[in-house]
């Protein structure tokens, strides 16, 4: 609720928030034996960021970009 609540105001900013899952990452939270490095995960969500528009604020989307419902 926060995350959207925050989107809401920062609309009027011109900010678009949005809430991503980079999925299982080999960390110490994720341990090792988790599919993706923290390099790959971080890539993989830079290259969704620099394509997120106005039009994809207040949403959440999975690590391979979809769309995830709340």
Known sequence: MF?????ADGRQSGITTVLLDP????TDMGRA????TPEAAVA???RFID?????HNGLF???K???QAW
């Open 44 to 46: 993989k969500l830079v």
């Open 23 to 26: 999925g299982r990452v080999s």
């Open 65 to 67: 970009g979809r769309e």
């Open 3 to 7: 995350m959207r609540s925050l989107a």
């Open 33 to 36: 034996v988790a599919p993706t």
């Open 61 to 63: 989307f999975t690590w």
């Open 51 to 55: 394509g997120i528009t106005p039009d």
